[in-house]
């Protein structure tokens, strides 16, 4: 098995970001309880039409999918990295975010990028093709999104996963950049080899790091210049890179006492709600109230952060298939509501 899932209590708090990254919008308004800052906040809502969803309301159990999109749009070739296509929009981060009834506990599963799946036909995007591509009975996960838009990345977890999702977050290059830089940097401790990736642009020495815009991304984006158990270049150490990093945020945003900053409070929420894309379930600065409300019983220490057990593809060293039973097994404690407890329960 290359990947298991476990309980990390340092890095816990990164799951609260996954949960909890469209809430901060909502707390500004709560807090400053101004009606012209809720309709100004409601404007900088960005909707798309999801299929696949519950679509439900905010409160008992909830399945998020959060994704992040690599989408070029907006920049020139190679602004970002090699890669000179500007109309790509696979999905560079895939989290399953899982909330207990009351809210007060949650799970958050990574999903590999790399990993083969089997992926449904579905409706093509406009800048891809037309009509239906698909199925595949063998498709790189992260892939979906590209081919099919958010409803094709939702229908492609279900399947993966036999969880049906509630609701879809996304977020892309532009938009982490501009929060980063929202909550002034966010310093990261780099050892003493350091990073190096050219591919992404990461140039750091062994030590400390405020890193802020272009650095921030290319350092969560970086999968040439981190290695873990001799997997170098893949996405697992990488994972293991972002979720230090939203750490990091957390930490900082608690330590400096962010969110009694009614000011500074609200650029972060006009940056958020600016920067997120929802589904039509959460199509408003109220829903997304409602959702911050739901989530006032959630601590850090209740959050759990798994990555979603694989092994490497024989037919493709570069590539991940799901781990079986393992994978089972974690999709069904989803389903269960089944707390972790460190490792897998006995089959």
């Given amino acids: 098995m290359q990947s298991i899932g476990r309980r990390l209590s340092r890095l816990a708090k990164a799951g609260y970001i996954a949960c909890t990254v469209v809430v901060v919008a909502a707390v500004v308004v709560a807090s400053l309880g101004a009606y012209a800052v809720y309709r100004r906040l409601d404007g900088n809502v960005s909707v798309v039409k999801v299929s696949g969803l519950s679509h439900r309301s905010v409160y008992g159990a909830q399945n998020v999918l959060v994704l992040g999109s690599q989408t070029r749009e907006g920049q020139r070739a190679g602004d970002l990295g090699s890669n000179p296509a500007l109309n790509t ?3 560079d981060n895939l989290l399953l975010v899982h909330l207990d ?5 949650a799970t958050v599963l990574s999903i590999p990028r790399d990993t083969m ?9 406009r800048s891809v093709g037309t009509g239906v591509l698909g199925p595949y009975q063998s498709a790189i996960i992260d892939g979906a999104m590209n081919i099919g838009g958010p409803s094709c990345a939702v229908s492609t977890v279900r399947d993966l996963t036999g969880i049906t999702l509630d609701h879809f977050v996304m977020f892309n290059f532009n938009s982490f950049r501009a929060m980063v830089d929202t ?3 966010v310093e990261v401790c780099v050892p003493r080899s350091g990073y190096h990736d050219p591919y992404s642009g990461l140039n750091l020495s062994g030590g400390k790091h405020l890193l802020t815009y272009n650095q921030a991304l290319a350092y969560v984006r970086t999968r040439h210049g981190v290695q873990a158990g001799g997997d170098a270049g893949g996405d697992l150490p990488r994972i293991e890179l972002q979720q230090a990093f939203m750490s990091s945020v957390i930490q900082k945003v608690n330590s400096q006492g962010i969110l009694s900053n009614s000011v500074q409070l609200l650029k972060i929420a006009d940056v958020a709600t600016r920067a997120l894309t929802v589904d039509q379930g959460l199509d408003s600065a109220g829903k997304l ?19 979603m057990p694989t092994i490497t593809d024989p037919a493709d060293i570069n590539r991940l298939l799901p781990e079986e039973p393992a994978d ?3 999709f069904q404690m989803v389903l269960d509501g089944q707390a972790w407890h460190g490792r897998l329960p006995v089959l």
């Fill in 89 to 91: 929009s696979n999905s």
């Fill in 101 to 105: 009834p009351a809210h007060t506990h």
């Fill in 117 to 125: 799946v089997y992926e449904p036909g579905c409706k093509a995007r």
């Fill in 183 to 185: 909550i002034g940097g």
């Fill in 289 to 307: 109230l409602g959702l911050a409300r739901s989530l006032t019983g959630l601590h850090a220490r209740n959050v759990t952060l798994l990555t």
């Fill in 328 to 330: 089972d097994v974690i």
